[in-house]
C-alpha cells in the first residue's frame, strides 16, 4: 500500500500537521498565589458578602479609571441593566447603541421596556459613527450606548456633544476596555456612566463581576439602590429610626458581588498595568507580522486612542483569498488556534429578527465587517511562543488560500 506524503507545510484541515499540538484559546484569565491567598482569607473572615472588601475594591477601582465613584455588580450584564435603570430608560424611550456588540449591550435596554435602536459602525474602528447615531435620534431617544470595540475607544467627543444637544445619557460599555485611554484620560472619567466586566476574559477577573464608573453622585446613589433590592441604606436615617428600620424606594435587583471575589477583584487591579502592558506588546507584534499578509487587515488604532486590547480580531480581505471566512476560521481551529468571531450583529439573532422585523441588510458597514472578522488569541498570560504560533497559523493558511 502506498500513501501519498503529506507535506510539513500541509493544512491541519488537509492532514497535515497542527502548528501547535495544544489549543491556544481566545482568551484566559491569570490567577496567582496572592490572588488565591486573597480570597482564602475573606472565606476565613466573617464577611463572604456586603463587608469591607467590596468598598475597598470599589474605591481602588474608581481611582484607577479617574471617577468620582464605582458601584460593583455580580456581572457586567447586571451593571449594563442598573446603568439602563438609572439613565431613566423605561417602557417608550429608545437607546442607540451598536450592532457589532455583545447582545447584553442592547438586552440590557429591552430589561427596562425601552426600544434599542441601532446605528451603523464606522469602517476602521468599527465603533458607533457619531453621524449615524445623529441620523437615528428621535422624540423618544433618551440615552446613547457605545461600545468600545475590541478595546478601542469609541470616538466620545462627538457622541458626547450629541448627547448634550439632545439631552441624552451616554452609557459606554467598555467592557473591552479597562485601562484604554481617549484623548489622555482613562476610560470611566468620561462619560456619563461606564460599564465594566470582570468575566475571565477580560483585563481583570472576579470570576463573575462587573463595575459601573461614574462622576454623577445622583447616579451613584440610584445604582447603589438598584444592586440592593432598591433599599436605601443611609446610615443616618436608620440611626434615627431604630436598628431594624429600612426602606425600600425603588424596584431593584440583588445584583451584589460578594467580599469572597471582591477581594480577588483588588488583587488583579493591582496588575492591570502589567495585563495592558502585555496586550500591548502583543498587538503590536501581531500587527508588524501582518503587514507582510496581503489578505490579512490588521485593526486600525486612531491617533486620539490608547486601546486596551480586550480582542486583536482581524479582516480577512476575502478579495484575495480562494475561501470565505469560515473556512479559514475551520483551518485555523485545526491548527490548534482558538480562534472566535466578535460579533454576529445583535440583529441578526433570531430573537430580534423575529421581535423587530430585521432580515439583514440594515446595517451594511457592521455586517461586511460580521463577514471578514476573526479574533486572534489575546490575553495577557501569552508567551512569545504562542503569539508566533497564531502569527504562523495566519501566515500558513493565508499563503495557502490565496488567490
Ligand atoms: C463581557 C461583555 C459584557 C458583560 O458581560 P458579563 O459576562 O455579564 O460580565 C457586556 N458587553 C460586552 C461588549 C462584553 O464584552
Not at 303 to 307: C, D, G, I, M, R
Given at each position: 500500500?502506498?500513501?501519498?506524503?503529506?507535506?510539513?507545510q500541509?493544512?491541519?484541515?488537509n492532514?497535515?500537521?497542527?502548528?501547535?499540538?495544544?489549543?491556544?484559546?481566545?482568551g484566559?484569565?491569570?490567577?496567582?498565589?496572592?490572588?488565591?491567598q486573597a480570597?482564602?482569607d475573606?472565606?476565613?473572615s466573617d464577611w463572604?458578602?456586603?463587608g469591607p472588601?467590596?468598598?475597598?475594591?470599589?474605591?481602588?477601582?474608581?481611582a484607577?479609571v479617574?471617577?468620582?465613584?464605582a458601584v460593583s455588580?455580580s456581572?457586567?450584564?447586571?451593571?449594563l441593566?442598573?446603568?439602563?435603570f438609572a439613565?431613566?430608560?423605561k417602557?417608550?424611550?429608545e437607546?442607540?447603541?451598536t450592532?457589532?456588540?455583545?447582545?447584553?449591550?442592547?438586552?440590557?435596554?429591552?430589561?427596562q421596556?425601552?426600544?434599542p435602536?441601532?446605528?451603523d459602525i464606522r469602517g476602521?474602528?468599527?465603533?458607533?459613527?457619531?453621524?449615524?447615531?445623529?441620523?437615528?435620534?428621535?422624540?423618544?431617544?433618551?440615552?446613547?450606548?457605545?461600545?468600545?470595540?475590541?478595546g478601542?475607544?469609541?470616538d466620545?467627543?462627538?457622541?458626547l456633544?450629541?448627547?448634550r444637544?439632545?439631552?441624552?445619557v451616554v452609557?459606554e460599555d467598555?467592557?473591552h476596555?479597562l485601562?484604554a485611554?481617549?484623548?489622555?484620560?482613562?476610560?470611566?472619567?468620561?462619560?456619563?456612566?461606564?460599564?465594566?466586566?470582570?468575566?475571565?476574559?477580560?483585563?481583570?477577573t472576579?470570576?463573575e463581576?462587573?463595575?459601573?464608573?461614574?462622576n454623577?453622585?445622583?447616579?451613584?446613589e440610584?445604582?447603589?439602590?438598584?444592586?440592593n433590592h432598591?433599599?436605601?441604606s443611609?446610615?443616618?436615617?436608620?440611626?434615627?429610626?431604630g436598628q431594624?428600620?429600612?426602606?425600600?424606594?425603588?424596584?431593584?435587583?440583588n445584583?451584589?458581588l460578594?467580599d469572597?471575589?471582591?477581594a480577588l477583584?483588588?488583587?488583579?487591579l493591582k496588575?492591570l498595568?502589567?495585563?495592558?502592558a502585555?496586550r500591548?506588546e502583543?498587538?503590536a507584534?501581531y500587527t508588524?507580522?501582518f503587514?507582510?499578509?496581503p489578505?490579512?487587515?490588521?485593526?486600525?488604532?486612531r491617533?486620539?486612542?490608547?486601546?486596551a486590547w480586550?480582542l486583536y480580531?482581524?479582516r480577512?480581505?476575502l478579495?484575495?483569498l480562494?475561501?470565505?471566512r469560515?473556512?479559514v476560521f475551520?483551518a485555523?481551529?485545526a491548527?490548534?488556534?482558538?480562534?472566535?468571531?466578535?460579533?454576529?450583529p445583535v440583529?441578526?439573532?433570531?430573537?430580534?429578527r423575529?421581535?423587530?422585523?430585521?432580515?439583514?441588510?440594515e446595517?451594511?458597514?457592521?455586517?461586511d465587517?460580521?463577514?471578514?472578522?476573526?479574533?486572534?488569541?489575546?490575553f495577557h498570560?501569552?508567551?512569545?511562543?504562542?503569539?508566533?504560533?497564531a502569527v504562523?497559523?495566519?501566515?500558513?493558511?493565508?499563503e495557502?488560500?490565496?488567490?
Open positions: 500500500m502506498t500513501t501519498t506524503p503529506v507535506s510539513p500541509a493544512l491541519a484541515i492532514g497535515g500537521s497542527p502548528v501547535r499540538a495544544t489549543f491556544l484559546p481566545y484566559r484569565q491569570s490567577v496567582d498565589e496572592a490572588d488565591i480570597v482564602v475573606v472565606l476565613r463572604l458578602t456586603t472588601k467590596v468598598a475597598e475594591f470599589e474605591e481602588a477601582f474608581a484607577r479617574g471617577a468620582a465613584h455588580f456581572s457586567g450584564t447586571a451593571a441593566h442598573a446603568a439602563a439613565a431613566g430608560l417602557s417608550g424611550d437607546a442607540i447603541t450592532p457589532l456588540t455583545f447582545a447584553a449591550t442592547a438586552n440590557c435596554v429591552l430589561y421596556g425601552a426600544t435602536v441601532f446605528a476602521d474602528t468599527l465603533t458607533l459613527d457619531p453621524e449615524q447615531v445623529e441620523n437615528k435620534i428621535s422624540p423618544r431617544t433618551r440615552a446613547i450606548l457605545p461600545v468600545d470595540y475590541a478601542h475607544p469609541v466620545l467627543m462627538p457622541i456633544e450629541i448627547a444637544r439632545h439631552k441624552l452609557i467598555a467592557c476596555a485601562g485611554e481617549y484623548g489622555g484620560r482613562p476610560l470611566g472619567s468620561i462619560a456619563d456612566m461606564t460599564v465594566f466586566s470582570f468575566h475571565p476574559v477580560k483585563h481583570i472576579t470570576g463581576g462587573g463595575m459601573v464608573a461614574t454623577d453622585a445622583k447616579f451613584a440610584t445604582l447603589r439602590r438598584f444592586r432598591g433599599i436605601s443611609d446610615a443616618r436615617q436608620r440611626q434615627s429610626a431594624w428600620h429600612y426602606e425600600m424606594v425603588l424596584l431593584g435587583f445584583y451584589r460578594p469572597i471575589v471582591c477583584g483588588i488583587q488583579q496588575r498595568d502589567a495585563n495592558l502585555r500591548r502583543i498587538a507584534h508588524a507580522a503587514r507582510e499578509i489578505a490579512v487587515i490588521p485593526p486600525a488604532v491617533p486620539e486612542a490608547n486601546p480586550h480580531p482581524i480577512l480581505d478579495e484575495k480562494t475561501v470565505d469560515a473556512e475551520r485555523l481551529r491548527e490548534n488556534i482558538g480562534v472566535n468571531v466578535h460579533y454576529i440583529h441578526l439573532h433570531p430573537y430580534y423575529e421581535r423587530f422585523g430585521y432580515k439583514g441588510g446595517f451594511p458597514v457592521a455586517e465587517a460580521y463577514g471578514r472578522l476573526i479574533s486572534l488569541p489575546m498570560g501569552m508567551s512569545d511562543q504562542d503569539v508566533d504560533d504562523q497559523a495566519v501566515s500558513k493558511i493565508a495557502h488560500f490565496r488567490r
